[in-house]
């Protein structure tokens, strides 16, 4: 998998090993599915540290290296770890300073004798440019939650409440070919489209609400995320007005795009069409963000931020309008970036659909 990147990143600091907890870098870094385990990776070394729930499962995923059980009466995993740093004297060990916990911490620093070098986001920084097999496993994600928006626009009527739509929307991704591991789906409906991240709730469909739907699901690990706004009957005046609007910003955000582009000018150009209408207000200053194994990655699309697109990072584009007591638009594209432009992975087109 990626441990070479990270013994490149090792022999570049002089760092001796390199603890990993966040799960979603275990997984980057070795192909582990599972959960509760921890990983040690020197250039002599690769040391999986597990318990016995998941000792079958980790020497069938991860046979390269060596696997611990740390869960012992008495120990913790800063003992195990104290153990590794003295018998294969490893005198530094990076850790990820944005995850661990104070308690693991301070476990750590009681008993690891070798020198802790705080390097959280760093190996984040590394899942930002996809690999082709990265790639092709968000498509599938995409195809998959495309699919399964055709299948849902059948069940969305008046009567049925937000929480029975979202749980039909992830059994519909599972049995499109998603993993069965779906995570929260926003399906919100009528005024509380203007929350940007409402929770499904017994709210029932009304005639004429708008429905938002921003949802995905996960291929082999790795995640799409889409959002599509739609109306229930026949949208009025003020709905196809801001629609429209949310329309022009999303497409304006996407004719930017392309490797080297700062992410505050995709940013900026999604406030172009708003100009001089009554919307500018009701925006939201991050529209959008990088995703792989985790949905909300770095780099974001926002003004405060100096980062540009990297060719083959996949980022999300969701500009939206949110008018409080109303409701809100918001429309979502997960697109690969390529050196001349970008891929768009959701067919699903932009117009506005009554139902």
Same mark, same amino acid.
């Given at each position: ?7 490149? +990143? ?13 799960? @979603?870098?275990?997984?980057? $870094?070795?192909?582990?599915?599972? &959960? ?8 002599? #070394? ?16 991860? *046979?390269? +290296? ?11 995993? #800063? ?14 060990? $990076? ?16 008993k690891?004798k070798?020198?802790?070098v705080?390097?959280?986001?760093? !190996?984040?920084?590394?899942? %930002?440019?996809?690999s082709?097999? =990265? ?16 299948? !849902? ?20 991704? @599972? ?6 591991? *779906? +995570? ?20 029932? !469909?009304?005639?004429?609400?708008? %429905? ?8 082999n690990g /790795?995640?799409? &995320?889409?959002?599509?706004t ?11 007005? @801001? ?20 992410v505050?000018? @995709?940013?900026?150009?999604?406030? =172009? ?5 009554? /919307?500018?207000?009701?925006?939201? #200053?991050? !529209?959008?963000?990088?995703? #792989? ?5 770095? *780099? ?9 697109l &990297?060719?083959n990072? %996949? ?6 309008? +949110? ?15 390529t050196?001349?432009?970008? =891929? ?6 932009h ?5």
């Amino acid at each position: 998998m990626n441990e070479e990147k990270i013994r490149a +990143y090792l022999a570049q600091e002089k760092i001796d090993g390199f603890f990993l907890a966040k799960r @979603v870098n275990i997984r980057f $870094a070795s192909g582990w599915t599972g &959960d509760d385990s921890y990983m040690l990776i020197t250039q002599d #070394g690769l040391y999986f540290l597990t318990d016995p729930r998941y000792t079958e499962q980790a020497a069938k995923e991860v *046979p390269n +290296y060596e696997i611990i059980n740390w869960r012992l009466p008495g120990r913790t995993v #800063g003992d195990t770890v104290a153990d590794l740093a003295e018998k294969h004297n490893i005198k530094s060990i $990076a850790f990820e300073a944005d995850h661990l916990t104070y308690d693991m911490y301070a476990d750590f620093s009681s008993k690891v004798k070798s020198e802790l070098v705080q390097a959280g986001g760093v !190996i984040d920084r590394m899942r %930002v440019v996809k690999s082709p097999e =990265e790639i092709q496993y968000m498509r599938n994600a995409c195809e998959i939650s495309c699919r399964a928006f055709y299948r !849902i626009l059948e069940d969305i009527q008046v009567g049925v409440t937000e929480k029975e739509l979202a749980a039909k929307l992830s059994m519909y991704m @599972v049995q499109e070919g998603a993993d069965t591991q *779906p +995570y929260g789906n926003i399906l919100i409906s009528g005024a509380n489209t203007s929350l940007l991240h409402g929770i499904p709730s017994e709210k029932a !469909i009304e005639y004429g609400d708008f %429905v938002l739907m921003d949802y995905g699901c996960q291929f082999n690990g /790795y995640m799409s &995320d889409m959002t599509r706004t739609v109306v229930v009957g026949k949208a009025t005046e003020k709905q196809r007005d @801001v629609y429209e609007y949310e329309k022009r910003s999303l497409e304006a955000s996407l004719e930017v795009l392309k490797a080297g582009v700062p992410v505050r000018d @995709v940013y900026r150009a999604s406030l =172009e069409p708003l100009k001089d209408t009554d /919307y500018i207000p009701y925006t939201y #200053g991050n !529209i959008g963000h990088s995703i #792989g194994l985790f949905v909300h990655e770095l *780099p974001y699309l926002a003004e405060q931020y100096d980062d540009v697109l &990297d060719e083959n990072s %996949v980022m999300t584009v969701e500009p939206g309008i +949110y008018i409080p007591d109303w409701g809100g638009v918001r429309i979502e594209d997960q697109v690969l970036i390529t050196k001349d432009g970008y =891929e768009n992975m959701i067919s699903v087109p932009h117009d506005l659909i009554e139902l």
